[in-house]
């Protein structure tokens, strides 16, 4: 394609923009709401895999001792647990401190006078995959001078139902959003190839090819959905940090990290770019096939 036919046809795509300014508009508008909608249950997302995260690290795997074991025979015993699959670490702390810890965590008269004989010598263990808590507790259990393991398996169980939920959610939410996206698209170019039928239909009778005819709508679309998509980018970044200055200013703070916008902010643009151009382009190739049948 020549040089000038092709700025041609660019000029012909923006032009037919501002020509149909209130269609325009709106599918400006739906592509920026469904992608701020997208973009804000993904970065929720993404913050409750983070809060997730941070309960698996303090979901912790306690490996008791045999009272029988010496101390230097209890800490040999820690690279058989960390030899264990999905075991990441172990720490290994004495009868001495843990009843301090314990008197730390019961700051009360009555534990005072507790006697370090009351505990074991215990190993608190992380894990890669919380989903394989039990399988590691069974073959933790196996290890010849561990007398008992406590694993909150309730908990892993939840935090696997959560994390399950909210990935569900968020691919059937954005699988939708696309396709409204793209639905509304068509619909607004098919609108305005409905009013220039007769000049396409004359087109193809004097020999232009699909190309040629298609290349102005798929560059209304594929503008349309980036300026839609920037634009979506900005308001998302201003309601985002207004959802943190809340969050921070409340309860919530010494609860919940929130991950701040800059260290999401080039993936967020990326992605808002790739979809809305996507949409914009799907939808000017799906507006125009039917006027091409001639």
Partial sequence: MKLNRFFFLIRSGVKSIFTHGFMSFASVTIIMACLIIMGSFSLVAVNINRVIDDLEDQNQVLAFVDETLTVRQAEALKSKI?????VRKS??????????QFRGDYDSELFQDIDATVFRHR??????????????????EQISG??????????????????????IISMVL???LVVVSVFIM???????????????????MVGAGNGFIRMPFVVEGVV???????????IEWALYGLMCQRLMTGLVSQLVAVIPFTALMWPVLLVFVIVGVLIGCFGGLIAIRNYLKV
């Fill in 82 to 86: 960390d030899a264990v699959e999905n």
């Fill in 91 to 100: 720490e290994f702390v004495t009868r001495e401190q843990a009843m301090e």
């Fill in 123 to 140: 190993f608190v263990i992380y894990l890669d995959d919380i989903s394989q808590m039990e399988q590691t507790r069974d073959a933790l």
């Fill in 146 to 167: 561990i007398a008992k393991v406590n694993a909150r398996l309730d908990y892993a169980e939840g935090f696997i139902a959560v994390r399950n939920v909210v990935s």
């Fill in 174 to 176: 954005i699988v939708i």
């Fill in 186 to 204: 068509t619909n607004t170019i098919k609108l305005a190839t409905f009013g220039r039928r007769g000049e396409i239909a004359i087109m193809k």
């Fill in 224 to 234: 349309l959905g980036l300026t839609g998509s920037l634009l979506a980018f900005f």
